[in-house]
């Protein structure tokens, strides 16, 4: 089996070396030995895990729920898709409820900003939002 230095396997995978060396730091990302000289050395999975990875952080899951992912994938044949699902749902359950806060505050925002004359000749003693935000 070929075993890929650091630079190649940033190459290959598309990130930094830096990148690597931080997945190493925070465990998703181990190297599979060192050369003599010290070198890290990955196999090839490792190209297909840091591709996992980077997926994952697109689609918004956290470094810790990787992991998770990771080692359910690593052993597969004992967990169940419904754990898998479960990781998955919890996230759509976090963004819906970041959904509903964002809404709210922006209709809150809207309403503030509606208010406000907005004219340019007039001085802010008097402005609505300053005056809202002021008000307990």
Same mark, same amino acid.
């Given at each position: 089996?070929?075993?890929?230095?650091?630079?190649?396997?940033?190459?290959?995978?598309?990130?930094? %070396?830096?990148?690597?060396?931080?997945?190493?730091?925070?465990?998703?990302?181990?190297?599979?030995?060192?050369?003599?000289? %010290?070198?890290?050395?990955?196999?090839?999975?490792?190209?297909?895990?840091?591709?996992?990875?980077?997926?994952?952080?697109?689609?918004?899951?956290?470094?810790?729920?990787?992991?998770?992912?990771?080692?359910?994938?690593?052993?597969?044949?004992?967990?169940?898709?419904?754990?898998?699902?479960?990781?998955?749902?919890?996230?759509?359950?976090? *963004?819906?409820?970041? *959904?509903?806060?964002?809404?709210?505050?922006?209709?809150?925002?809207?309403?503030?900003?509606?208010?406000?004359? %907005?004219?340019?000749?007039?001085?802010?003693?008097?402005?609505? *939002?300053?005056?809202?935000?002021?008000?307990?």
């Amino acid at each position: 089996m070929k075993m890929l230095q650091i630079g190649q396997l940033a190459k290959r995978a598309g990130v930094s %070396g830096d990148t690597l060396r931080f997945y190493e730091k925070v465990g998703l990302l181990q190297p599979a030995s060192r050369s003599d000289s %010290g070198y890290r050395l990955y196999d090839e999975d490792a190209v297909s895990r840091i591709h996992f990875i980077l997926k994952a952080k697109r689609i918004g899951l956290t470094l810790e729920e990787i992991h998770e992912l990771l080692d359910i994938r690593l052993e597969a044949s004992q967990h169940s898709c419904a754990e898998v699902k479960g990781i998955t749902q919890n996230k759509l359950n976090e *963004i819906d409820q970041k *959904i509903a806060e964002l809404t709210q505050i922006r209709v809150a925002l809207k309403k503030l900003n509606d208010a406000c004359c %907005g004219h340019v000749d007039d001085d802010a003693s008097h402005c609505s *939002i300053l005056e809202a935000l002021a008000d307990g």
